[in-house]
């Protein structure tokens, strides 16, 4: 079964400056797709960023963009120029394109953003 | 509206009761799902649907019943509510490239 781990339950970053929230996986599958969605606290889900497994590049959306490592089942999310509406739970996920299209979420990250 | 929509936002109830949370979808996405949210768990898979008339248990089936006899509707139903169902639940339908998420129902059994 697939797991996915987020390690760090609170962090805070000064406005402007840059965050990476980390989250790690563990699957025996090769095709897969992973995601970061944001919660703030209006509990809406938000899908943040979406990386598939079998792109080298990682991806970027704006000021968000991942470090996709692979063979390290490693998918960590990078926010620049952190704003105040960054303020949020962030969520990782992964899902397996075959079968069921089960999303399997992490413990989340609750980011504070600092003025 | 397009979109994914959950009723009701909000419910108290006692325990023993039971309660059914509704939620309806109109983009005909062939697979939903249903998450409790609670702290230090993060969204738990209660139960997922892959088309109308087909569902299967997740990771936290026991005292929910699901059922799907149209694509867009998707209602989950506490039997016998427990203090330990009281948590934020959200429906989600989606593809490979997304879930798209309603807004969440707050549940507290008392």
């Known amino acids: 079964a697939q797991t996915v781990t987020q390690s760090q339950p609170e962090m805070s970053v000064q406005e402007a400056e840059t965050v990476t929230l980390s989250c790690t996986y563990d699957t025996s599958e090769n095709n897969y797709y992973l995601f970061w969605y944001k919660q703030p606290p209006s509990r809406q889900m938000i899908l943040v960023i979406r990386q598939e497994a079998y792109k080298q590049q990682n991806a970027t959306e704006n000021r968000f963009s991942v470090n996709f490592q692979k063979a390290a089942k490693s998918f960590s999310l990078k926010i620049s120029d952190s704003q105040l509406g960054d303020t949020a739970m962030y969520f990782c996920?992964?899902?397996?394109?075959?079968?069921?299209?089960?999303?399997?979420f992490g413990t989340g990250t609750r980011l504070k953003v600092l003025a | 509206d397009a979109g994914i929509t959950q009723s009701p936002r909000y419910k108290i109830t006692e325990t023993g009761r039971q309660v059914t949370l509704m939620c309806h979808q109109t983009?005909?996405?062939?697979?939903m799902f249903w998450y409790r949210q609670d702290l230090g768990h993060g969204l738990r898979l209660i139960y997922y649907?892959?088309?109308?008339?087909?569902?299967d248990k997740g990771e936290v089936p026991d005292g929910y019943v699901v059922s799907r006899s149209k694509t867009e509707n998707f209602p989950l139903t506490l039997e016998s509510a427990t203090r330990s169902q009281t948590s934020v639940y959200f429906c989600?339908?989606?593809?490979?490239?997304?879930?798209?998420f309603g807004q969440g129902t707050r549940l507290t059994v008392v």
């Open positions: 649907s892959a088309a109308a008339d087909i569902t």
């Open positions: 983009w005909s996405h062939s697979y």
């Open positions: 996920a992964f899902m397996k394109p075959r079968g069921t299209y089960k999303y399997i």
């Open positions: 989600a339908s989606g593809m490979y490239t997304e879930a798209f």
